[in-house]
């Protein structure tokens, strides 16, 4: 089974400055997808950032960045110039890639809080 | 497009009561998921449909919860009776695969039952 760490419990960073949350997986499976979600206290699961285990290339989205490495099972998330905005929870999620049918769950990590100091 | 639509967006019922949530997905999306999302923990998956047929259900607690998804659109799921630890967010989601493309997840806004 797949299982997902997330060891930050709480996290803070400076307006403007710039914050990594840390990931670790575990996953026999050789394709897969790894996902940074973001969720306010409005409770939806918003999308920040994917990331396709073929690709050696790391994922950007503006100011989110990843750093994977397939090899040590990590993909942590870089936040660059920390919005009050970007104060929520932060999940880790695995997928296994599409191959047809059969389960598609997504497998979460704890989650990290992120606050944000004006 | 419209997102994953969820009701009642809170709900207060006494141990042993029972309950329902509603679910519509995004307008085509095939699978449809139901995740509890205890407080301090990530959401795990309850019940995976494909369609209006079950895929995973291996960590739904069938003594007490049940869901269905008539005609392959809306769903309910249903907790009957509730325990105190059934306390949580119930998040719905869709999404759309194929071969090649991969249209992710979205999900709504979820449901925050509170068993007392």
């Known amino acids: 089974a797949q299982t997902v760490t997330q060891s930050q419990p709480e996290m803070s960073v400076q307006e403007a400055e710039t914050v990594t949350l840390s990931c670790t997986y575990d996953t026999s499976e050789s394709d897969y997808y790894l996902f940074w979600y973001k969720q306010p206290p409005s409770r939806q699961m918003i999308l920040v950032i994917r990331?396709?285990?073929?690709?050696?290339q790391n994922a950007t989205e503006n100011r989110f960045s990843v750093n994977f490495q397939k090899a040590a099972k990590s993909f942590s998330l870089k936040i660059s110039d920390s919005q009050l905005g970007d104060a929520a929870m932060y999940f880790c999620a695995y997928r296994r890639a599409y191959s047809g049918a059969g389960s598609y769950q997504l497998t979460f990590g704890k989650g990290t809080k992120l606050s944000v100091i004006p | 497009e419209a997102g994953v639509a969820q009701s009642p967006r809170y709900k207060i019922i006494e141990k042993r009561q029972s309950v329902a949530f509603w679910c519509n997905p995004i307008s085509g999306h095939a699978t449809l998921y139901w995740y509890q999302q205890i407080l301090g923990q990530g959401p795990k998956l309850l019940i995976q449909f494909q369609n209006n047929g079950v895929v995973d259900d291996s960590q739904l607690p069938k003594d007490r919860f049940s869901a269905e998804r008539l005609k392959g659109v809306d769903s309910t799921l249903k907790i009957q009776p509730a325990k105190l630890e059934d306390s949580a967010v119930y998040l719905c989601a869709s999404s759309h695969f194929r071969r090649g493309s991969d249209y992710g997840y979205t999900f709504g806004s979820g449901t925050r039952l509170t068993v007392v």
């Open positions: 990331q396709e285990a073929y690709k050696q």
